[in-house]
């Protein structure tokens, strides 16, 4: 009885013992905690924490979440619940590193509830599941002055940029005013907001509907104000932050003396330009459907980027093996889709620092020209990455990708994608420009003073004021030398901004893809000077690629690609001899048709077809085998070795019991 006694108090006193340790170990002493992911997922950046150092005032979070429907909900539902755990406890950290200055609400909307109704009033989105249930998953903060700023849902691939989104928003709540953007550009990046009313009716002729704004864009319109510019004046507006121009084509002197002037007065420019821009859409011709195949896509600022340290090639594309997108059915790699990973950018620089997964598309290469500006490389290819030269348009607008494979040669040094330029910029006009008077400059009064007289003397006569014409233009003197600050941010691919790059359709609509967005709010932020949110932005990541199987891969395709193709041809060889023989056979309507030696040549070919489609199934099985041997082999390691160390621990076990009995007998002896 009291040996039963002594177990359960045992077991009580374990559990105790077990649910204090947990809960000294989530709080800590003074809130220490110990973090032990890769990158540190659920330890808040230095970036966070001078944030939150700074604030003057409390910040409400409102975290909504749907649980109990999530639980009803089907397993894409369900998914979900350990995203809200992440969530959860990362925004825990920000009230136990705030001192008091954010607080925390944790609020699950049911259906038909006042929950739900705050929720869709303060803009959450609501995905039905059922009648009964809907599913909620965002964020509203809420400062003590009544400003409010919301994540209306967090998506699925920006699980790594949670402690960006929510420090994004609370150093928006401290700020009065947003920075503005200038978008100067070619294409419908703004929507119909950027399209001349000439093309919106050719396009309504043409039974066709203007094309929405750029998902990123409307993006950036959260965190800044963004204005279409068409630069038909010799200047800037003032009160422009930021200017980005993207898929400049045909822009006039004064566009160009515009954006130059710009930059010397201490401005920061973004430039996106492209040998081949998928968006660059050619126009529609009913009376000719091949005359898009010689659309010229490309676009280049060379005019002014020379002069300032860099050259965009305007026909090579950058390609990499290493890196290249595999797509098509079966999947192989097209050279000129470039997946960028943490190889491929430059770690010493804060803005693109830790970010990996950037996609480009027909992208070009930035090479180095001279100048007294600070050449910095962002983006690159890998080491063996070179350049692809078409030959023609046609290869451009109707790409072969095995065709490409066999005209390219790695590369030694790796092809510059993006760079930032900082230092001393001279501008690209020493003597200015001619520019039209504006109506009021037009003639220029040369008045004769007016005659008075005594009042005794006869009335004063007035002379009329003479006008004489002066020249109809006038000459813009320049700004020679830029003033401090003035940085050019140069990126040599134009559709890395496109929705087809930077976002994939999901079940809950558009969702982020990659890092195309990352990097380019990471260049706005660093443009403006926040490092404190660049510092937060990429600073993890949740998916791991097996790294040892894609080399294994592009080794195994690189090794068998010509077998491939040789067998490829073989097989084609063997089908137009067949389709002769059938052709053969077809018009002739004799019985010398049915002739043994014609079915036999038939039978053959037909076997030799056979033999090569096997050859050719056995070549591409040799990366499926290398691949399934590798995963064979990691399983006997972990079961090998988890083994190994449980028959070590037994052993180690009976050896010390044995010398402690051989111990305790010698001492009874």
Known sequence: MKTTIRLILALIFVGVISISAVLLSRKGVGGAQVDF????????????????????????????????????????IRFWNNYYLYVRDLLEE???????????????????SAD??????????????????????????????????????????????????????????????????????????????????????????????????????????????????????????DDIDFLMVIH?????????????????????????VDPHCLADRPPRDPRNPYAGLSHH??????????????????????????????????????LPYLTLNSECVNASEAMVAKINDVRMLFAGAISRHGGYS????????????????????????????????????????????????????????????????????DETPDTQPATTRPATTQPATTQPATTQPKDKTKRIEPVKESAEGAMVLVVSDVDILTDMLCYDRSFFGMAQSGSNVPFVLNALEFLSGSKDLISIRSRGRFSRPFTVVDEIERETDRQTQEEIDAVNAKIKGYQSELDALGKKSGSEQDAAVLQEAV???????????????????????????????????????????????????????????????????????
Not at 251 to 257: E, G, N, P, T, V
Request: charged share 25%; glycine share 6%.
């Open 297 to 334: 896509a490309g676009s280049d600022l060379n005019n002014l980027l020379i002069n300032w340290g860099v050259v965009v090639a305007t026909k090579k594309i950058a390609v990499d093996r290493a890196v290249a997108t595999k797509t098509g059915r079966p999947p192989q790699a097209f």
């Open 94 to 112: 920000y009230t136990r590193l705030s001192g008091g200055k954010i607080k925390l609400e944790l609020i699950d909307p049911r259906t038909y």
């Open 374 to 441: 600070t050449f910095r490389p962002l983006l690159s290819t890998t080491k063996t990455g070179s350049t692809w030269l078409p030959k023609d348009a046609t290869s451009l607008n109707m790409p072969d990708a095995q065709k490409i494979q066999k005209e390219v040669r790695d590369g030694t040094e790796p092809v510059v994608l993006a760079c930032l330029l900082t230092g001393k910029f001279t501008t690209n006009f020493p003597t200015g420009i001619e520019v039209e008077r504006d109506g009021a400059d």
């Open 599 to 669: 079915l036999a040549k038939r039978r053959q070919i037909e076997a030799d077809i056979t033999a090569a489609n096997r050859q050719l199934r056995d070549l591409k099985s040799i990366r499926r085998e290398k691949v399934e041997a590798l995963e064979f082999k990691l399983k006997i390691y972990n079961i090998a070795a988890a083994s190994a160390i449980l028959l070590l621990i037994a052993i180690l076990l009976w050896l010390f019991r044995y010398f402690r009995a051989k111990h305790y007998a010698a001492q009874r002896a």
């Open 116 to 237: 739900e109704e705050e929720a869709i009033r303060n803009g959450i989105k609501r995905f039905p599941i059922s009648d009964d249930e809907s599913f909620y998953f965002g964020m509203l903060a809420t400062t003590e002055l009544g400003k409010d700023d919301v994540i209306e849902f967090f998506e699925p691939n920006r699980q790594e940029l949670v402690e960006y989104d929510v420090s994004k928003i609370i150093s928006s709540l401290m700020q009065r005013k947003k920075r503005k953007i200038g978008i100067v550009s070619s294409l419908p990046v703004m929507g119909p907001a950027n399209m001349s009313p000439y093309m919106m009716q050719m396009m309504r002729m043409q039974g066709r509907q203007p094309d929405p704004p750029w998902t990123i864009t409307r993006q950036m319109q959260i965190d800044y104000e963004v204005q279409s510019l068409k630069l038909d004046t010799h200047e800037v507006p």
């Open 248 to 272: 400049p084509k045909n822009l006039d002197q004064k566009a160009r003396f515009a954006i130059d002037q710009f930059v010397m007065k201490g401005g920061k420019l973004m430039v996106f």
């Open 37 to 76: 992911t890769s990158g540190g997922l659920y330890t808040l950046s230095d970036g966070t924490k001078s944030i939150l150092g700074k604030l003057n005032q409390t910040i409400t979070l409102k975290l909504y979440y749907a649980r109990v429907a999530a639980m009803k909900g089907p397993d894409q």
